[in-house]
């Protein structure tokens, strides 16, 4: 399927357009009033819930290895989790992790 330059680009600004009124109709309509307690600790919970879904099928169907997983990633993710759980430290988790896949992708190369 090919598509001219004109219809990327009107499906670029549309998309940006919908994006815009979504996040208009909560941040714009309702960032400035008080939310209940309910919704606000509901609210805590969204990286919680975001982050796995964005990192899980990079770990368990990556798109390097075809979609098949792999030990190097799936040690990646458990040093990243192993190191977030025992020094509830964000940074050394990440860092740790991508040390982690960088040094076993290597391993596994050579």
């Known amino acids: 399927m090919s598509m001219s330059d004109v219809q990327i ?29 309910w919704v606000l600790r509901h609210l805590r919970y969204t ?13 368990l169907w990556p798109e390097a290895t075809g979609g098949n997983p792999d030990l190097p990633r799936l040690m990646a993710a458990a040093v990243t989790v192993l190191l977030g759980v025992m020094f509830k430290n ?3 988790a990440i860092f740790g992790g991508g040390a982690t896949l960088f040094v076993m992708l290597q ?4």
């Open 9 to 37: 680009w009107t499906v670029i600004v549309l998309v940006a357009i919908g994006t815009f009124l979504i996040r208009f109709s909560f941040i714009g309509l309702i960032g400035d009033r008080d939310l209940p307690p």
């Open 47 to 59: 990286p919680v819930a975001v982050l796995p879904g964005l990192v899980a099928p990079l770990v």
């Open 90 to 92: 964000l940074l050394l």
């Open 107 to 110: 391993v596994m190369a050579g």
